[in-house]
């Protein structure tokens, strides 16, 4: 069967019969490069409910095939793969529930190098297990740049990030003084197609393939839109593995997989999506309205290779990005702007 179709006859759901497991409590299980495992709301549109921590708890209503229908303590319903799901407790799930005491909080708080906290660095830390305490008091002790509009407040309590966190990151955004009254916040809207250059981080063993599992990628240039870096060169990008058919009887293996979102300059994730027409005539198919990649390999290598290529992804609609004027008026690194984006699709 065309991968192609075999992706979309995964996605298109039938009548679900019910879950006749003995088990109705499992956990979410992330792969080794895993911060979190996706739920969706259905498996008609294959669309994101929400982001659950691993070693997350859940109780299984149904199961269709290779997904289980879950509800989350918090009440929250969708769709899981079977096979990010296990019947064991995991081994730290009464560490990551434990209160830690402020002493340790503070000793973890030393020994994590010094560097500039973002969204994406809480976001990494909470999908580690660090416990509320300990990320609080790394907050405190650590230089932050935070966006904290109300969309990126939305965003980290989608993905399970207490309020005792996210009220220590608001803390730190009010002024420290009178003098500081003049800071404004810079408002950029990016606008819907604007191109994204990116690279895979480092080649995808086959054993880490499977439906849902994040490709981790990487920025290749700055992108600038009037004068100002919103996502800079060498920031963190995510693709996910959309289908997978193995090799076998002489045919190569062949992966579907689709851009998900890239980090700007706050921290935060912006939605991105592959542009349907790729450098060096790279093949694509769609899906839903986007591009997915297809990509080839053989049995006993890697299931995708840098070998030096990039890719174009485009922003998924006009998005706004805000910071802080001392962050917009931070020279770029790569000295690329829009206009040497946009010229990235005539490649």
Excluded at 36 to 55: P, Q, V, W
Aim: negative net charge; proline residues 4%.
């Amino acid at each position: 069967m065309n991968l192609r179709f075999a992706a979309v006859a995964l996605l298109v759901g039938t009548a679900v019969p019910a879950y006749a497991g003995t088990a109705t409590t499992v956990y979410t299980q992330c792969g080794a490069h895993d911060g979190y495992i996706l739920m969706y709301r259905s498996l008609e549109k294959f669309d994101e409910g929400a982001k659950l921590r691993c070693g997350e708890r859940v109780e299984v209503l149904n199961q269709g095939g290779d997904y289980l229908q879950v509800t989350t303590p918090d009440g929250k319903k969708g769709w899981l793969l079977a096979s990010d799901t296990s019947a064991d407790a995991p081994a730290d799930a009464v560490a990551a529930d434990a209160v830690v005491t402020d002493s340790a909080a503070r000793s973890y708080a030393a020994n994590v190098p010094a560097m500039t906290l973002t969204n994406r660095s809480i976001l990494d830390l909470h999908h580690a297990h660090v416990s509320s305490d300990a990320i609080v008091t790394k907050i405190r002790f650590s230089e932050c740049s935070f966006n904290t509009s109300d969309y990126s407040v939305h965003e980290l309590k989608a993905a399970g990030v207490s309020d005792k966190v996210i009220l220590a990151m608001l803390e730190t955004q009010q002024p420290s003084s009178a003098s500081n009254n003049d800071v404004q916040e810079v408002k950029v809207i990016v606008p819907g197609g604007t191109p994204v250059e990116v690279a895979l981080s480092r080649e995808v063993a086959v054993d880490e393939l499977h439906e849902g599992a994040v490709v981790n990628m990487t920025v290749m240039r700055d992108v600038t839109v009037n004068g100002v870096v919103v996502i800079s060169h060498g920031a963190s990008a995510r693709a996910r593995v959309m289908a997978v058919r193995k090799p076998g009887l002489g045919k190569t293996g062949e992966v579907a997989w689709f851009m998900q979102d890239a980090a700007t300059v706050t921290g935060d994730s912006m939605p991105v999506a592959f542009a349907s027409k790729q450098p060096n005539q790279i093949p694509t198919g769609r899906f839903e309205g986007y591009a997915f990649l297809l990509s080839q390999y053989r049995k006993g290598a890697p299931a995708l290779v840098p070998n030096d290529r990039t890719f174009i992804a485009i922003v998924n609609s006009d998005t706004i990005v805000r910071m802080s004027q001392a962050l917009a008026h931070k020279p770029s690194a790569s000295g690329s702007d829009r206009a040497t984006a946009v010229n990235l699709l005539d490649r």
